[in-house]
């Protein structure tokens, strides 16, 4: 694997070439194995930042029915803005985490002062929303606009550090190199298709324990496979 454009005295990128062909592999393989969701049905923008949101530090599994009763009572931005605080902690109840309830309310007012119900069309905007912070403003923007935006969670990080056999601090989502990998991953085609990838590859195959060598299409190049010690 070449590794070039330095980016400080310790760190390399991996080349554009290395992340077209490992982009180029995991979307073959979520061709075979990606994850259906209801939400994933679905390109509306606040349809999916909802979802972004009940999804936050919660396994996907939880969210389904949730996400599901959610929208058979709220339509629109306009509802939730006008529910009660009461019902919609009762609906989110399952999911806990109490400060969803009042965020999901506060992201509803202001997209409909603000944005007429709609949801921003930037990462700048979004990131003022309540509850908004990259990951979230980067997945609306690449899965429900399409958009060349990139998203970074713990998963992804550890993916590109086995992977790539990239150095990352304590808090891997907010280094530079591992953004600008992250970035050059979601700047191919079909960048909808490339993160909900990467997704349900770290979430499938590259797991923090014991992740499934056998089945992983990026093993011949892996560092972390080649080696065995790089331990995340």
Not at 154 to 161: A, D, M, T
Request: proline letters at 5%; hydrophobic letters at 35%.
């Amino acid at each position: 694997m070449c590794l070039s454009h330095q980016t400080n005295k310790s760190e390399s990128l991996p080349s554009d070439r290395d992340i077209t062909s490992f982009r180029r592999v995991i979307m073959r393989w979520f061709d075979k194995h990606g994850r259906d969701f209801p939400w994933r049905r679905s390109e509306d923008p606040f349809k999916l930042l909802i979802a972004e949101m009940m999804l936050r530090r919660t396994r996907a599994d939880q969210v389904k029915e949730v996400y599901t009763k959610f929208f058979e009572r709220y339509h629109d931005m306009k509802a939730i803005a006008n529910a009660s605080k009461e019902e919609l902690e009762e609906i989110l109840y399952p999911l806990g985490l109490k400060w969803r309830s009042p965020a999901f309310q506060l992201v509803a007012k202001e997209t409909t002062e603000k944005y007429n119900a709609g949801v921003p069309t930037t990462r700048e905007e979004l990131k003022k929303l309540p509850g908004v912070g990259e990951y979230i403003a980067g997945a609306v923007l690449s899965i429900a606009y399409g958009k060349k935006e990139w998203i970074v969670d713990s998963n992804i990080v550890r993916l590109f550090k086995r992977y790539f056999g990239i150095k990352t601090s304590k808090e891997g989502r907010r280094d530079k190199h591992v953004v600008e990998i992250a970035r050059s991953y979601a700047s191919g085609r079909n960048p909808r298709k490339a993160n909900l990838a990467i997704l349900d590859f770290t979430a499938l195959i590259c797991t923090p324990r014991n992740p499934k060598h056998d089945e992983c299409p990026l093993r011949k190049d892996c560092r972390y496979f080649a080696t065995s010690t790089l331990g995340y």
